[in-house]
């Protein structure tokens, strides 16, 4: 079994920033590609970012600038630094790991619990 754990999330105000990170575990032998998404209240899932095994990434453009994704493949873990917050980004933040090849299988896509990410004066 492949689980992710999000941290990270929380309350902060318009113009600050939050780290969130999402640790897969489990027998692992590769994720190709990490990422997160949000949902919003009444709004379909949506991409924020993602990062392949090979560093390529891409971002909504409504997170270009202020979003940086990253991963440390040592740990199987993916962080999202957000700066300049701003309301319309309070959301569920969502972590998937997405062709994950374990001991015994290949191919996985794992979604995190999610986090809440609020962005309030």
């Known amino acids: 079994q492949v689980q992710l754990v999000e941290s990270g999330g929380g309350v902060v105000q318009p113009g600050g920033s939050l780290r969130l990170s999402c640790a897969a575990s489990?027998?692992?032998?590769?994720?190709?590609?990490m990422g997160w998404y949000r949902q919003a209240p009444g709004k379909q899932r949506e991409l924020v970012a993602r990062i392949t095994s090979g560093g390529s990434t891409n971002y909504a453009d409504s997170v270009k600038g202020r979003f940086t994704i990253s991963r440390a493949d040592a740990k199987n873990t993916v962080y999202l630094q957000m700066n300049s917050l701003k309301p319309e980004d309070t959301a569920v933040y969502y972590c998937?790991?997405?062709?994950?090849?374990?001991?015994?299988?290949?191919?996985?896509?794992?979604w995190g619990q999610g986090t809440l990410v609020t962005v309030s004066s």
């Open positions: 489990g027998s692992i032998f590769s994720i190709y590609t």
């Open positions: 998937n790991a997405d062709r994950v090849v374990t001991a015994t299988s290949y191919g996985l896509n794992v």
